[in-house]
């Protein structure tokens, strides 16, 4: 039985200060999905050859206005999207006034301004917005939303590339191609980037079950100036991550049933393959996270035909031939068969040496 806690995957990291669907709930680089209704939006006037807060854009390229409550937006054309999922598209908007950098998120509603996922999304943002900054720091902020029609139209805080995107782009940069031998070379860079992800799904774990776990639904943190992160080979601290995309996700205080027909079956855990609300926990998303690595460091894509045996064989092959390295231990921690056997997302443990990038 293994009992690592992938709170040891955090135990490191918190001593330092701080195909899918609907890739980058927040902002990112991947693909998700929204439409932005025409009537909605104004020819904006021509800038000058700034830029935008990020970079992304220069100001002339951003043609369209949007407002949103008190955000007065410029938005690229109709058909610039930065992300498209199974709900909703998410686009790039600037606020000059504020010289800040958003995500606007537009989900699809239908007739009656009904939508299950989105309705959930919306209660999980508007949730997170009555806690902390402290107690939400991980999580994709919301700044606001707006109820339009068939639409529902999230301003998200703006993040960096999906963690394979970002963690794969450093691999080329460094190697001049991509290949599995050179992602093996970045194992460290690797764990940094997963104390980032850890991180966050502790945080959420914190107030439920996030249900949606994968490589595309977390991104990297930008700094102040919005930037990504740019460490150096021998860096071991943390690349903090925002976990995004909640149309699934289970806030427990609140009551909420579990939408098992939107679900990646590909990356359910066992317990769940019959779609049974009594095996929800936060396991299952452990489970997803150790398919999440596991997927990242052996370039191995898990089908829906895929079971618990073919996920045991390529864990066997890991193990024979990287016995002891720590993307090797945490993924076993995770993909145990039986849920209470995985690791759990909790604060630090006793084992401050599982993410020694010396393993």
Same mark, same amino acid.
Request: some cysteine; overall charge neutral; glycine content about 4%.
């Given at each position: ?6 709170? *040891?995957?955090? #135990? ?15 902002c990112?680089q991947?693909?998700?999905k ?8 104004? +020819?904006?006037?021509q ?15 951003? &043609? ?16 610039? &999207? ?17 010289? &800040?950098?958003?995500a ?9 301004? @009904?939508?299950n996922?989105?309705n959930? %999304?919306?209660?999980v943002? =508007?949730?997170?917005n ?10 994709i902020?919301?700044? #606001? ?11 998200? %805080?703006?993040?960096? &590339?999906?963690?394979? %995107?970002?963690?794969?782009q ?26 980032g ?23 990297? #943190? ?5 930037? %990504?992160?740019?460490?150096?080979? @021998? +860096?071991?601290?943390?690349i ?12 427990t +205080?609140k009551?909420h ?9 590909s *990356? /359910? ?6 779609? /049974?609300? #009594? ?24 089908? @829906?035909?895929?079971?618990? =045996? ?14 002891s390295?720590? *993307? ?9 068969n /039986? ?19 010396? +393993?």
């Open positions: 039985m293994i009992r690592f806690q992938l709170h *040891i995957i955090l #135990a490191f990291s918190l001593t330092l200060p701080n195909l899918f669907r609907e890739s980058s709930a927040g990112f991947s693909t998700l929204h439409g932005t209704g025409k009537s909605e939006l104004t +020819s904006a006037s800038g000058g050859g700034d830029r935008c807060h990020c970079g992304r854009f220069t100001i002339t390229e951003l &043609k369209n206005e949007f407002k949103i409550k008190k955000f007065r937006l410029k938005i690229p054309p109709e058909d610039e &999207k930065i992300g498209e999922g199974l709900f909703a598209h998410v686009k790039h908007a600037f606020n000059p006034k504020k010289n &800040k950098c958003f606007l998120k537009i989900s699809r509603m239908d007739r009656d301004g @009904e939508n996922e989105v959930r %999304e919306r209660e943002l =508007d949730y997170f009555t806690l902390s900054v402290q107690q939400r720091n991980h999580i902020q919301m700044y #606001a939303r707006e109820h339009r029609r068939t639409k529902m139209y999230f301003l998200l %805080e703006l993040g960096g &590339k999906t963690l394979n %995107e970002y963690f794969y450093k691999v080329r940069e460094r190697h001049g191609e991509f290949h599995i031998n050179n992602i093996k070379l970045e194992r460290l860079l690797l764990t940094n980037i997963l104390k992800a850890a991180q966050a799904l502790q945080q959420f774990h914190q107030h439920g079950f996030h249900l949606d776990v994968h490589k595309e639904n977390f991104l990297i #943190a930008l700094d102040e100036n919005q930037s %990504e992160p740019n460490p150096n080979r @021998e +860096s071991n601290e943390t903090p991550c925002k976990l995004i995309d909640f149309n699934l996700s289970v806030i +205080s009551g049933v579990a939408h098992f027909d939107h679900m990646i079956k *990356i /359910n855990a066992p317990e769940i393959a019959d779609n /049974n609300p #009594a095996n929800l926990s936060d396991k299952i998303d452990v489970w997803s996270f150790g398919i999440m690595v596991l997927e990242l460091y052996t370039y191995f894509h898990y089908t @829906e035909n895929n079971d618990f =045996d073919e996920v045991t064989n390529e864990l066997y092959k890991l193990k024979r031939t990287e016995p390295n720590i *993307i090797t231990r945490l993924i076993q921690a995770c993909v145990q /039986n849920p209470s056997d995985r690791t759990a997302m909790e604060d630090p443990g006793t084992n401050p040496d599982f993410l020694n990038p010396n +393993s």
